[in-house]
């Protein structure tokens, strides 16, 4: 893991997960509702901070309580257009959200840890650069998913057991968004 302090520039790319980094994740549940919705303290400042300092900033998320049936993706829609008003709000910008609803048996190439959603991200903003971009996240997925892409890696958590098991997938590690927002150097 590398303990120097990640610098970057304007022309980088952030890469977000959802559930578990901007917004609280439910415990064996899914978010099915805006009113289950809710930003983990700190984060609309961070996302307003973060805003100005990366070029393109992308949700990359797998939700598969849309492939379950727990779920519309009318709802999933209606859960996204409102956070992100909510982010606009508070002077921060998300370029772009891609999701994945598809159930992990399915193997979908869109689901992280697979790739598709970094591609279809390139393919929309081809101004991406993988080796420049960042993925923020609280699973080992996330981690994968950034490592195939030679991305940055920044594991959200404050389990450090998850950390030592895999730790040629970590770059930096931070209990929240919030920490790292504050903690970058541009």
Not at 55 to 80: C, F, P, S, Y
């Amino acid at each position: 893991m590398t303990k120097d302090k990640l610098i970057i520039d304007s022309t980088w790319c952030l890469f977000l997960d959802r559930d578990g980094v901007i917004n609280k994740k439910l415990n064996e549940d899914y978010v099915k509702n805006f009113e289950e919705f809710q930003f983990i303290e700190g984060n609309l400042e961070s996302l307003a901070k973060l805003s100005s300092v990366f070029n393109r900033i992308v949700i990359v998320t797998n939700q598969q309580g849309v492939g379950k049936g727990l779920m519309q993706l009318d709802e999933l829609l209606d859960i996204h257009n409102k956070m992100m008003e909510e982010i606009t709000k508070h002077n921060g910008r998300i370029d772009y959200i891609y999701y994945c609803t598809a159930m992990r048996e399915e193997e979908s190439f869109f689901r992280k840890p697979n790739v598709g959603m970094a591609l279809r991200a390139k393919k929309d903003f081809p101004d991406i650069n993988f080796k420049k971009s960042v993925i923020v996240g609280d699973s080992i997925s996330d981690m994968q998913f950034g490592k195939k892409m030679k991305m940055k890696t920044v594991f959200i958590t404050n389990d450090l057991s998850k950390v030592y098991i895999n730790p040629f997938l970590i770059d930096y590690v931070y209990p929240d968004l919030f920490s790292f927002a504050n903690d970058l150097i541009y």
